[in-house]
């Protein structure tokens, strides 16, 4: 699995969700366990993870990846809005 920032159509950079990735490997979760939970298919919360999907991840998305990974919400979203700026960064025209 390349987890690199790679370029994207449109030349957009991706940047993989690295906190997610660490947290479902902590917990020895696969991700078709993750995406069950979440209600997602697996290749779906596989582009979520390396940054191909969900550029802002919804609110309803956001509580369900909370849950299914055990993780503090506060933590969650300040590890979010730093992957969100560093998405933007790269990402600079």
């Known amino acids: ?3 690199k920032p790679t370029k994207h159509r449109e030349s957009h950079t ?4 690295f ?3 660490e947290q479902r490997l902590k917990l020895g979760m696969s991700v078709e366990e993750v995406s069950r939970l979440v209600n997602v ?5 596989y582009q979520l993870e390396s940054g191909r999907r969900g550029i802002k991840l919804s609110m309803p998305m956001s509580l369900s990846i909370i849950k299914a990974l055990e993780m503090d919400a506060l ?3 300040q590890l979010e809005a730093e992957h969100d700026q560093k998405y933007r960064n790269l990402n600079q025209t």
Do not use: H
């Open 75 to 77: 933590k969650f979203i």
């Open 1 to 3: 699995m390349d987890l």
């Open 41 to 45: 298919s697996r290749y779906y919360y």
């Open 19 to 21: 906190y997610l990735i």
């Open 14 to 17: 991706l940047l993989p969700r």
